[in-house]
């Protein structure tokens, strides 16, 4: 049996809001480099399309196409066609043949084809059948359903106007009219130029959506019955601007939204009242919001978007193509394994945190505690106070003058004290909680001298938040009073607080959510000057036994994130310290485990100033260090596949000098080892290479770092 190839690296940001992101919303998440990937000369990259969370994009004049994983710009396969012929589209085949083969439309290059074209999965073995009605050019076509396409003329130029529908056979490849509408198989719109594109409606499932592209004095859009080919006219565009292949591209109804993509002059969102009727404009996204976020200037030729409105695709020049959405995905950086450096038992790591550069992590039950180089596995410190046992509920340095001196250690489940250790980790010195007989859990720093902490036991304090003087030498820790005489305030959770942080920027606040609790647990901001709180919302219904719940609610460059230890986290955008914008997104727990190889809970995560950093506590010893893959990191830790012969080639960045090759043959926790011998490593542009012989059995790959 051959290998099966699993990529860990990568998780995609799945967004919870059914609307549009609004313009300011949006960012840049991966640059597609179909020329340079293909290795030929740039042209226009065409009507590039979504399926099955991959990427799907086609250029023309210089002809190639290329698939690829959302939010990765490394090519699963980038086919090189410019010395055979061009297709205007390329898409996978639908229902059981959805991983078999692909589907191009016809071309101009080198000459006017008059075909479809079937290819392998692979790319490989183009089959070509003609288009019906005979001397037709398809250009731009969508799946109605698992057989049916519907497509766009772009030769003879007289039949430019028509939509036509044909029925899709795969084995053996045929293309034949679909006569439902009449008996030549196409309709002749009303458009006054010509259609672009034509794209199947999501909600409106039973309708195409098309523009009369090439005008620009306010160019009207449609629907189009699939049913009856009945047309509605739903609007137009307005005045526009735009020569030469210009005008409306792409009409697509999305979760009932309908986007009106432009060349020269951007996208118009509108509210749908149903599938033939528009209600007002929602947005606009302007040629100058585009340029702005992906660094083009030139002409869109085509766009995409997902079912969850998430992500978009647009098709631009010079071999290029740019995924935007509200944040860039993530992908696995690091895994730090404790308990394996310690050579002690796994468990749960609580409350991780980034300081200064370094990870510091911490493991409960069987103690430990330890500092790593971001983005390396090998400790810089660890620590075994299993044996002592001296128990941690977080770690961290101290701040100011003493940040390279001292670590603070807070309680554990059986223990009244803070400790302070010396930067090597040796050295204990421990201190009472203020207040007496009172446990601390998680904590952080106001300031160089101050920390605000939660409370464990007794479990009838749960709910407090205090406010503590840390002085380093003596080492003391003292009741803060400025909020009250008892150092400490009650919040409004119903249950627990498991961790607290101080804002980003909002400095002046901390945040906190409501643990152990399934229902709506709500999440807050607290005034740390007066001690005020503020509810800032609810997370609504989650699942998880134990130690469950809201666990980490932090503010990073004016977003906030809320963890859940079963239920992923939730972004949210800040209009300020105490209030927030709508739901940004939400990394699902099935997206977390994804990247992680990890599946049960995640006690605590924290994330870098910039948002790019990412890092989460598992229960096996085990925190996962993950970074964003945005405009601004340029080698992304994506690990490439492709098949040759009987063997496989893994690649990735050559800036990637110390990467290791794992391997497991299950995705259970702590299943992945090193490959034992590592194969060769060769060097090609910017890319490293290693062959791997293809064996029996299932096998799934990963690199450490």
């Not at 409370?455 to 909020?483: E, I």
């Not at 800040?574 to 940004?584: F, K, R, Y």
Request: some cysteine.
């Amino acid at each position: 049996m051959k290998r099966l190839v699993c990529v860990l690296t990568l998780f995609a940001a799945i967004v919870s809001q059914a609307a549009p992101y609004l313009p300011a919303q949006l960012q840049l998440r991966t640059t597609f480099k179909l020329s340079a990937d293909a290795g030929i000369g740039a042209g226009s990259v065409f009507n590039p399309r979504f399926f099955d969370g991959l990427v799907y994009a086609c250029q023309i004049n210089s002809p190639a196409f290329g698939r690829y994983r959302s939010g990765s710009s490394r090519p699963i396969i980038a086919i090189d066609i410019s010395t055979i012929l061009e297709h205007r589209m390329i898409a996978p085949f639908r229902g059981a043949n959805a991983s078999n083969y692909l589907l191009g439309s016809s071309g101009a290059v080198p000459a006017m084809s008059t075909t479809f074209s079937r290819y392998d999965f692979d790319g490989q073995n183009r089959y070509d059948v003609e288009v019906p009605g005979g001397g037709q050019t398809a250009e731009g076509f969508d799946w109605v359903d698992d057989q049916t396409i519907i497509y766009t003329i772009y030769s003879p130029s007289g039949g430019r106007k028509r939509i036509a529908l044909a029925r899709v056979e795969a084995e053996p490849f045929n293309v034949t009219a679909d006569t439902r509408w009449n008996a030549e198989g196409y309709i002749t719109t009303s458009v006054s130029t010509r259609i672009r594109n034509v794209r199947v409606g999501d909600v409106y499932s039973g309708y195409a959506y098309y523009g009369d592209s090439g005008q620009n004095s306010n160019p009207n859009f449609y629907a189009l019955n699939l049913a009856t080919g009945a047309e509605t006219l739903l609007g137009n565009a307005g005045t526009l601007t735009g020569t030469g292949s210009f005008g409306v591209w792409t009409v697509l109804e999305r979760g009932g939204y309908l986007y009106v993509q432009t060349t020269d002059n951007g996208i118009q969102v509108y509210r749908m009242n149903s599938a033939i009727s528009l209600d007002s404009l929602y947005a606009t996204y302007t040629k100058e919001t585009l340029d702005a976020i992906t660094g083009n200037t030139g002409q869109y030729w085509g766009l995409d978007v997902t079912p969850d409105g998430s992500k978009l695709l647009l098709g631009a020049g010079n071999g290029l193509l740019f995924e935007l959405g509200p944040l860039p995905p993530l992908v696995w950086r690091n895994t730090v394994q404790l308990n394996a450096d310690l050579s002690i038992g796994a468990s749960s790591m609580f409350n991780p945190r980034f300081f200064d550069g370094d990870l510091y992590v911490n493991q409960i039950n069987t103690p430990a505690f330890g500092r790593y180089p971001s983005g390396s596995n090998v400790p810089s410190l660890a620590v075994d106070n299993s044996m002592i046992p001296v128990e941690h509920r977080m770690v961290a340095p101290f701040r100011g003058s003493q940040a390279s001196t001292y670590l603070l250690g807070s309680s554990s489940a059986g223990s009244t004290t803070f400790s302070r250790y010396d930067y090597d980790g040796q050295n204990r010195v421990d201190v009472d909680v203020p207040g007496g007989d009172q446990t601390a859990e998680g904590f952080d720093w106001v300031d160089d001298q101050t920390i605000i902490y939660t409370v464990y036991n007794p479990s009838g304090n749960r709910k407090r938040l205090a406010l503590a003087h840390v002085q380093a030498d003596p080492f003391v820790v003292t009741a803060d009073t400025r909020w009250n005489p008892d150092g400490y305030v009650t919040t409004s959770v119903s249950t627990r607080i498991r961790n607290v942080r101080v804002g980003d920027v909002y400095g002046g606040y901390a945040y906190y959510g409501d643990a152990g609790q399934n229902a709506n647990p709500g999440f807050y901001a607290l005034n740390l000057a007066t001690g005020a709180e503020t509810l800032l919302g609810n997370a609504g219904a989650l699942t998880g036994s134990g130690s469950f719940g809201v666990w980490t609610v932090l503010e990073r460059g004016g977003y906030l994130y809320v963890q859940t230890t079963d239920n992923g986290i939730q972004i949210y955008p800040m209009t300020g310290p105490t209030s927030l914008g709508a739901l940004h997104a939400t990394y699902t727990k099935d997206d977390i485990d994804l990247a992680t190889g990890y599946t049960a809970q995640y006690y605590g995560i924290d994330v870098t100033a910039d948002r790019k950093g990412l890092i989460i506590g598992g229960g096996v010893g085990a925190a996962y260090e993950l970074i964003a893959q945005g405009p601004s990191v340029t080698e992304p830790l994506v690990l490439g596949v492709t098949r040759s012969g009987a063997n496989l080639i893994l690649t990735w960045p050559a800036a990637l000098s110390n990467a290791v090759v794992q391997s497991a043959s299950n995705l259970s926790p702590g299943s992945f080892a090193d490959l034992n011998p590592q194969p060769v490593i060769t060097v090609s542009g910017n890319l490293n290479h290693a062959t791997i012989p293809i064996g029996a059995g299932n096998l799934f790959f990963r690199l450490r770092n």
